[in-house]
């Protein structure tokens, strides 16, 4: 073995993480449901992985970019609609869509249907983003654009007001 090789391997026996069907941190967002699956916590905060219900009729975030992560979206079941600057793509079940740094996008549920989709997060900066939106929607009601904002800010993200 190189020395090289041998510097590169983990110290100590990493142990796995096991998430099962009803476990997992559920994050109430309006009429999506969340379930966080990897907070990062045992990934070194490389990745987070997400599981989300978007109820029918459900409108997405603004449009926003993140400055300092990649975020993937797998569909599972139901239409997720992508809005990426001007451009909208139906994602349909067996759809990856993944977003770099400094895409703006959003999504939404258009259809009279449940959607289902499994996000990554790498790194897993944006999932406190999810814990804190959830006090901001526990009053019942969206919240103001000004608190999504505020939010977002927290964790390198900003609005992508620059689209017509």
Not at 39 to 48: E, F, I, N, V, Y
Not at 120 to 125: I, N, Q, R, S
Request: glycine share 10%.
């Amino acid at each position: 073995m190189t020395e090289e090789a041998r510097n590169s391997e983990p110290q100590v026996d990493p142990a796995i993480s096991v998430v099962g069907p009803g476990d997992g941190e559920t994050i109430l967002l309006g009429t999506t449901r969340m379930r966080i699956l990897e907070d990062g916590s045992h990934t070194g905060h490389r990745l987070a992985i997400a599981e989300s219900v978007l109820a029918p009729r459900t409108q997405g975030p603004p449009q926003h970019r993140h400055a300092r992560h990649d975020e993937g979206f797998y569909v599972l079941s139901g239409t997720v609609r992508f809005t990426v600057g001007n451009d909208d793509y139906d994602a349909t079940a067996g759809t990856l869509v993944m977003v770099p740094p400094g895409a703006p996008h959003t999504f939404a549920n258009p259809t009279d249907q449940p959607a289902v989709m499994l996000s990554t997060f790498t790194p897993d900066l944006y999932v406190q983003y999810f814990r804190d939106l959830q006090d901001v929607f526990a009053g019942g009601r969206p919240p103001a654009r000004e608190a999504n904002i505020d939010a977002m800010s927290r964790y390198a993200t900003e609005p992508a007001t620059d689209l017509g």
